[in-house]
């Protein structure tokens, strides 16, 4: 059986996996998104907790995602289906990049801006949210993006614990010594990434703030 | 003159540093200092790197707490101010002038009015007026601090520290960075513009050209004490040593124009 035999023949189950894909990176990213930018902030304000933070951060990522997968099994509520538990560790993997690319956002902008902020009389608030965000928002989004293309590839291990997603497919091509499923699985999931790299890329570019000479 | 500023006491200081010290992990930056600024003068903090002329700005608007010592402004300890308060009661302007690069012109002058909750159009109308004080023309506003000249956006950042109409301007070397020719059209535009606005201006330079050229007065700090206080004539005809030594590097700085 060719690829593009296979493909047509099951449009619609490639569609659904692609969906459930989709759908696993999204909610995990926007979870991951709530939890590292405010972990990012905090540690920008409060440098004691930078250590502990990003070395938490760091030892999650190095954890193999296949024995990640199995160590939440036994948690409650989310060990009880598998999309739940998948969506919680593609979230964790996703922490790093966003959690170190807030703090040094934030970190990174000129201090003479955040000095004559200061003077000028702007609460703590307005100077995250007038100043130190929205000039660090272009680098907040490159990790963004580093987390959705990472996440994306992640997500086809998560069919290991019967997630679904694109890597049903690749595991099952895989069973089956079969290249056409496998491809089948890597390619719309390989797609998937790069559009999201050039999407984000793109806003990335567009969010940069214009430096003073 | 603006009459607000003579109506209250015009005997009492506006700014006063009464014994104030100031560590910075484990090294004194600033000792014993006293020094009262009236209402209307500009004092200037002369000085070179690291004398705390820098310090003694920021413990005024509180981006530094002191060590001992109090500093009044108007007359009230700035710890009893509300800190967001006192620094809006304080224009400030800076030699790096941290414009904000993602706003216009407009947003950064009338940054404060907005927080301020004036309405768009009242807003507008002081960036208006700001940029003329300043000597911009209005089709300035919509640009990025990035599309502008240096010049320019020193000039954007005295309008900015001016946007509330504060009593107060503390000014931290705000044309150091400036070329020559462009440094003195500030300098003269910059008078004018306090001799007609009439406010208290705190300002620290390392140039004794500009400091005799803006101060009522001049204040001489070194390592962290203060040497020196009186008017700029005073300042030349002084025998202490180290203004002496000062006024002597200016000289041949004068001789050196003398002979071209």
Redesign the interface.
Known sequence: MNFWNFVTQNRAEIADLTWEHLWMVGISTLLALAVGIPLGILISRRPALRKPVIATANIIQTIPSLALFGFLLPAPWIGERAPRLAILALMLYALLPLIRNTYAGITGVDRGVIMAARGMGLTESQLLFKVELPLAASVILAGVRIAIVISIGLATIAAAIGAGGLGELIFRGLAMVNNAVILAGAIPAALMALAADTLLGWLEKRLSPPRVA | MTTAAQNQNSTDPLIEFRDVEYQSSGREVLRGLNLAIHRGEVLVLLGRSGSGKTTALKLV?R?LRLSRGEVRVEGRDVREWDV?????H?G?A?????????YTVERNVG??LS?ERWSKEKNRARVQELLHLVGLSPEISSR???QLSGGQ?QRV?VA?ALAADPPIL?MDEPFGALDPLTRSDLQREFLSLQRKLGKTVLFVTHDLHEALFLGTRIALLEAGRLVFVGSPQEFLSSSEPLVMKYVEAFGSVENVRGHK
């Open positions: 608007n981006l967001i308060e006192l620094r809006r304080i400030y800076i030699q790096e002038v941290g414009l904000f690069p993602h940054l404060v927080l990025y601090p990035h956006r950042g900015r503390l």
